[in-house]
């Protein structure tokens, strides 16, 4: 489990949620929490959690892995705008588990109807929640291709002329690479958020502080509705391991 991690987009989508940790070989909920971002993966104390509550959580999990399976991660509900919702969400779930178990052997709740948007916020397992915000793989690109990661700088309100602008330098690309390629892809974490026409003819030197030469490209936003579809797709591994920039001058080959 420990290899899972969630994309910065779905984290992002998530926002606050509360989710339950579930035996599953017994089916039973054994631990109701809140948080953001990689929360329901970490199995760390958080701060001001009650300890002896932390501990039962970590001996559950201990024994789940010992027998050779995988907690069940279950996110019951996503996209709270706050902490202090998520708190109150949180408490009433913990409390409803409560009641229920005051009579032992309690049945499961029998609410004949599930609850507001159930289907899109609601409980759901951690494999369906990243599939439900898995975005496309990225098709093949005809053209020669300059691949600039920009990962924290991105915000999701940017719009094309925001994201051009914390990607045009500077970049220690070299002469080969700003004669041929044409199209510059701007990812964060992977995913593709804008696309532009490189000018060929205005590179732009600097000289950094270690006196080493790096380039400032200059270009604008493409009009190709083919290129345009690009944005929101993954390019998946083959870009996530590249240090800053990466070159596909005979054209992008997709990879599983």
């Known amino acids: 489990m420990s290899k899972i991690t969630i994309p910065f987009d779905t984290r992002k989508a998530l926002g606050w949620y509360v989710y339950a940790l579930r035996d599953p070989k017994s089916k039973e909920v054994f631990y109701i929490g809140k948080g953001k971002g990689e929360r329901i993966i970490q199995h760390v104390s958080e701060a001001g959690k009650n300890q002896k509550s932390e501990k039962a959580k970590l001996k559950r999990i201990r024994e789940i892995e010992a027998s050779g399976l995988q907690v069940d991660h279950l996110f019951i509900r996503t996209a709270i705008a706050t902490e202090k919702e998520a708190f109150a969400i949180e408490q009433a779930v913990i409390d409803a588990f409560m009641a229920n178990r005051l009579a032992k052997g309690a049945a499961p709740l029998t609410n004949l109807v599930a609850g507001h948007e159930h289907t899109t ?99 604008k936003p493409s009009a190709d509705k083919t290129l345009l579809a690009l944005v929101g797709t993954d390019m998946g591994k083959q870009v996530r391991v590249q240090a800053s920039f990466q070159n596909f001058l005979e054209g992008f080959q997709p990879k599983k």
Do not use: C
Request: net charge positive; aromatic share 8%.
């Open 121 to 219: 916020l609601g409980l759901a397992s951690l494999d369906t929640v990243l599939a439900r915000h898995a975005s496309p793989m990225t098709p093949q690109i005809d053209r020669p291709v300059l691949v600039l990661k920009v990962n924290e700088k991105w915000e999701p309100d940017m719009n094309s002329e925001d994201i051009l602008k914390i990607a045009r330098g500077v970049w220690g690309v070299r002469e080969e690479v700003r004669q041929r390629a044409e199209v510059a892809v701007v990812i964060s974490f992977g995913i593709v958020r804008g696309v532009y026409e490189i000018n060929r003819s205005a590179w732009k030197s600097t000289v950094n502080e270690k006196g080493k030469t790096l380039w400032i490209f200059n270009g």
